[in-house]
């Protein structure tokens, strides 16, 4: 593409990209659109020929947008609502443009220790101590498996050179974590060999978070057992309701048994940065390992989850792996980011992160978190306050787990009725709730996370509940 072509499409689709956002709440939030459909509108075969950038563009107005679920809307409160940022969106552009495959540090210098540098400041931002160092992962899953693989490497069991199959001197190598961890854990081991039988899901307790005691009971079972207890992985922030394990508690158990501690920290550790929620890593001074995601709640486009680490030797020894091809005079000086992971070629994902946060600095982004978890108690105090909802779980960021509970219903009819609410308030395009179960009990679950969502949003969407639920009991008498 000629420069003075790459200019003009450039400019236009940044243009495209700011009218986007300043119209994005006329959109709906969820794809209206069936299975397939896009499909069908799409050639089956690739172009013979180039086709003009004009031509392309248009086709995203006509077919891209109509089948996105918009991740920025303001009334997106799925999942773990979450949102790019205007720096985060340079950084991706800017990453693009260099395509840097920061695989050894001569290949990038500027991604390894731009790196370095930027997880050293989130980990001061997180008042992480100085003995976690950080290094970036696509996702937590990945980064959750890399913990584990690194923990299986400190137990001395030789499995990097031996495997795990065929061995007879191999006893269970066993995992511990809540029935409420997130499901990329089970992953993990599944994906490391360990097999499903090596994770141990242990009790919550009434609150959600796992049951310490219960941890200590089932390690000293297995023990006897003859089985090794290597890793616990605790969460702070659980996917369902965004519980905290007890990790001072967990830690003691862990120290006893020489065991690997991880800890889940994908949504909930960014909440660390605002200096009164600080308490939510306590404990994590004396963790192994632990993910936190900024693509969940710092504002940065996904992908990018950070793995901090205390043991970058345990986790070099598991994977580095050095062909003739790939070396270089420098190796023992400097850090190269394919001797820590599974992938060779990395992305230069830390350029976004540094962008987001010198723009916002430390007290910007902590001042936003604040306010997602102000809004989320204020949607709680209405559901509090209301006799026909109730809150189902407590909410120590800012998700909010509730249902519409009217009186005289039944278990079953209750289900139905907050999913039809949800069903309800989904399909009419102006905000977006999931679900989960807790207790048996169908749960909704509204999360606050996206930069541009405000009072407005939150509550126009308590508007639609209670219009959903007015409009579905009525119907229903
Ligand atoms: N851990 C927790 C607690 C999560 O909530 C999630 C996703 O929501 C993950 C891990 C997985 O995140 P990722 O998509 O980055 O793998």
Same mark, same amino acid.
Not at 269 to 290: K, N
Not at 379 to 384: I, K
């Given at each position: ?137 696509? *996702?937590? =899953?990945? #980064? &959750?498996?890399?913990? $584990?693989? /690194?923990?299986? +490497?400190?137990? %001395? ?80 922030? *659980?996917? =369902?309701? #965004? &519980?905290?394990?007890? $990790?001072? /508690?967990?830690? +003691?158990?862990? %120290? ?222």
């Amino acid at each position: 593409m000629p420069a003075d072509e790459f200019r003009r499409h450039g400019h236009e689709i940044i243009d495209w990209i700011a009218d986007y956002f300043d119209h994005i709440e006329e959109l709906p939030v969820l794809a209206q659109i069936e299975p397939g459909e896009l499909k069908a509108q799409l050639p089956p075969t690739p172009p013979e020929s180039g086709e003009p950038m004009e031509t392309i563009l248009a086709d995203l107005d006509r077919l891209i947008v109509p089948a996105l679920t918009h991740w920025n809307h303001p009334s997106f409160f799925a999942y773990f609502a979450t949102s790019t940022s205007a720096p985060g969106i340079f950084g991706e552009l800017l990453s693009a443009a260099f395509d840097a495959k920061s695989m050894l540090w001569r290949t990038s210098p500027a991604s390894t220790e731009l790196e370095e540098v930027t997880l050293d400041w989130l980990r001061q931002m997180l008042s992480l101590d100085q003995g976690m160092t950080g290094f970036i992962y696509d *996702t937590a =899953s990945v #980064s &959750s498996m890399h913990a $584990i693989a /690194a923990a299986r +490497e400190g137990v %001395e069991l030789r499995i990097r050179e031996e495997g795990m199959s065929g061995r007879a001197d191999l006893p269970l190598l066993r995992v511990y974590a809540s029935e409420h961890a997130h499901s990329s854990i089970d992953k993990g081991i599944i994906t490391l060999g360990l097999g499903q039988r090596s994770l141990r899901k242990i009790p919550v307790d009434a609150q959600f978070r796992m049951d310490a005691k219960a941890l200590a009971e089932a390690i000293a079972e297995d023990k006897r057992n003859g089985i090794i207890p290597f890793c616990i992985v605790a969460t702070v922030g *659980t996917t =369902s309701t #965004s &519980s905290i394990d007890p $990790i001072p /508690a967990i830690v +003691e158990i862990g %120290e006893q048994h020489a065991m690997w501690l991880h800890v889940d920290a994908a949504y909930g550790g960014s909440a660390a940065i605002v200096p009164e929620m600080r308490h939510v890593l306590a404990g994590c001074h004396r963790a192994d390992s632990l993910v936190l995601n900024p693509h969940k709640w710092l504002f940065t486009p996904f992908d990018l989850s950070v793995l901090y680490c205390r043991h970058l030797d345990l986790l070099r020894r598991a994977f580095s792996l050095v062909p003739e091809y790939l070396r270089t005079p420098e190796q023992e000086k400097v850090r190269s980011g394919s001797d820590y992971g599974v992938q060779l070629g990395r992305r230069f994902r830390s350029l976004k992160l540094w962008m987001i946060i010198r723009y916002f600095g430390h007290e910007g982004l902590a001042a936003r978190i604040r306010e997602h978890c102000r809004l989320a108690k204020l949607f709680a105090s209405w559901v509090e306050a209301s006799p026909d909802w109730e809150v189902m779980a407590p909410a120590p960021f800012a998700l909010v787990c509730f249902r519409a509970r009217p009186a005289g219903m039944d278990a079953t009819r209750l289900d139905q009725l907050n999913e039809g609410i949800m069903h309800g308030v989904n399909t009419t395009g102006k905000a977006l709730l999931s679900h989960t179960k807790l207790n048996d009990q169908l749960t909704l679950r509204l999360s606050i996370g996206n930069i541009r969502t405000t009072e407005k949003h939150v509550k126009q969407a308590w508007d639609l509940l209670n219009h959903e639920l007015i409009r579905l009991t009525t119907a229903g008498s």
